[in-house]
T-cell receptor, first 115, second 114 residues
Framework: GAGVSQSPSNKVTEKGKDVELRCDPI?????LYWYRQSLGQGLEFLIY????????KSGLPSDRFSAERTGGSVSTLTIQRTQQEDSAVYLC?????????????FGPGTRLTVL | GDSVTQMEGPVTLSEEAFLTINCTYT??????LFWYVQYPGEGLQLLLK?????DKGSNKGFEATYRKETTSFHLEKGSVQVSDSAVYFC?????????????FGKGTTLSVSS
């Protein structure tokens, strides 16, 4: 079966522009997570969805970052007024549900470069 | 806060050498512990996990034992191969919290030469 997919795989944008990153989780997985991987900070949690609701947004670095999930499936991470420090690989993961025992399956990531 | 500390790399070994990558954690609750691996050009994938103290996770010749007394989860392999070259991440989740996000260490790059 299909794994977690993300698009685009690469995104280059200019400082100040908005970007949207998409994640398509594994079918039937109710929990969805966004992480950011950068050289300086390693892998950081951003936000988690259970179904369409986001009980934990604690990792979002600023109010320029937002995310939504519709139909319990696809999720979009939006970064407004991008800054150079937003350059990173954005990873999405999904799991069967939000229990800590469940393996999180990761997508290939979107590499974001802000010029 | 909860955190994971793992040895910094890069770790450079010859084929068939013994591998240890150290990982220690700090957690307020009862963590599950994981090792994830990222091969060049590929996404993160789960290598092994352990969900309670004294559990041993194992996969592809790799092993790690959940040591509560030393708060450690060191990754070991008796004989590494060139194909093991990758970045290895130690991580934890907390079972007593819903929607437990993974908390990762910084990653250790392993390079194995023939």
């Amino acid at each position: 079966g299909a794994g977690v997919s993300q698009s685009p795989s690469n995104k280059v944008t200019e400082k100040g522009k908005d970007v949207e990153l998409r994640c398509d989780p594994i079918s039937g997985h109710t929990a969805l997570y966004w992480y950011r991987q950068s050289l300086g900070q390693g892998l950081e949690f951003l936000i988690y969805f259970q179904g369409n609701s986001a009980p934990d947004k604690s990792g979002l670095p600023s109010d320029r970052f937002s995310a939504e999930r519709t139909g319990g499936s696809v999720s979009t991470l939006t970064i407004q007024r991008t800054q150079q420090e937003d350059s990173a690989v954005y990873l999405c993961a999904s799991s069967l549900d939000s229990g800590g025992y469940n393996e999180q399956f990761f997508g290939p990531g979107t590499r974001l470069t802000v010029l | 806060g909860d955190s994971v500390t793992q040895m910094e790399g890069p770790v450079t070994l010859s084929e068939e050498a013994f591998l240890t990558i150290n990982c220690t954690y700090t957690a307020t609750g009862y963590p599950s512990l994981f090792w994830y691996v990222q091969y060049p050009g590929e996404g993160l994938q789960l290598l092994l996990k352990a969900t309670k103290a004294d559990d041993k996770g194992s996969n592809k010749g790799f092993e790690a034992t959940y040591r509560k007394e030393t708060t450690s989860f060191h990754l070991e392999k008796g004989s590494v191969q060139v194909s093991d070259s990758a970045v290895y991440f130690c991580a934890l989740t907390l079972l007593n919290q819903a929607g437990t996000a993974l908390i990762f260490g910084k990653g250790t790059t392993l390079s194995v030469s023939s």
